[in-house]
């Protein structure tokens, strides 16, 4: 082979390694990119994920938001945001009135025990009935039943103030009303097999629908509000107020002899 053509080879060689290193600096420098354009795009996922849970975070919980919703007033309420319930005849010169939480345990052995003679004083025409509904429970244990159950009862009121005490009654009946630990009044569908019990409601599909769909959510949480902001300085439930003074030091009435004789005390006054 000549020299010429033994130095051609060697510079085509040459060439042939100049080019195939360009093409492996390309390949290298394209990669690079592709690595930091991922990582940058990992980051930005990474940073997107933590902002969102920060905000899901700090987001308030569906019943906090409806301390800021628009209240849908039930029928049969007056006052702010419909939160005064007064039930009894118009002759009744004083007023009684009852702060409940629907969970509330000691609520329910109350209303099974002196319900009905609250009742029939009402009906009598002894007082009026004044009723703030609490939901102090649910805070305790991250619940949402007194909240809900509050909430159809205010769909019970906006039928009528009979279908509203005897809703009231079947909930805190010994059938229906469940431990403090059991938050059985955060489903919609129990709070409506307890209303098939009350001659009004049963199979009531306007009251159904508002419970379904929460329509007197905000008013619950406006009524709670009345419970918190109470002026006659109310802790517990259930309490009895008259002319703005709390009963029996503001302990329970749980016999219907201890409920007469104060109740009937105050009347007096």
Not at 20 to 42: D, F, L
Not at 48 to 67: D, L, M, T
Not at 120 to 149: M, P, R, W
């Amino acid at each position: 082979m000549s020299k010429r053509n033994t130095q051609a080879a060697k510079t085509a060689a040459r060439e042939r390694l100049r080019i195939e290193r360009e093409r492996e600096a390309k390949r290298a420098k394209v990669k690079r990119q592709v690595i930091v354009a991922c990582s940058i795009v990992g980051v930005l996922a990474i940073a997107g994920g933590i902002g969102y849970a920060v905000v899901q975070a700090n987001k308030p919980s569906y019943w906090e938001g409806q301390k800021d919703a628009k209240v849908v007033t039930p029928a049969n309420t007056t006052g702010t945001e419909g939160t005064t319930v007064v039930i009894g005849k118009d002759s009744a010169k004083k007023t009684l009135k009852i702060y409940e939480d629907p969970r509330c345990p000691i609520c329910a052995q109350f209303e099974q025990t002196v319900g009905p003679t609250v009742k029939k004083d009402i009906d009598d025409g002894k007082y009026k009935l004044q009723f703030v509904g609490a939901t102090f429970i649910d805070n305790k244990d991250n619940g949402e039943g007194s909240k809900n159950a509050l909430s159809a009862l205010g769909a019970a009121l906006n039928v009528s103030d009979q279908a509203f005490l005897d809703y009231k009654a079947a909930l805190y009946s010994a059938k229906y009303h469940p431990e403090e630990t059991t938050d059985k009044f955060k489903d919609d569908s129990y709070l409506i097999k307890v209303a098939d019990t009350v001659p009004e409601l049963k199979g009531n599909k306007k009251f159904q629908d508002a419970v379904e769909k929460g329509t007197y959510d905000a008013w619950a949480m406006a009524m709670s509000k009345t419970f918190d902001d109470n002026k006659e300085d109310v802790k517990g439930t259930p309490a009895f107020v008259m002319d703005g003074k709390q009963l029996n030091g503001g302990n329970p009435l749980m016999t219907v002899a201890d409920f007469n004789r104060v109740v009937g005390e105050a009347l007096k006054k």
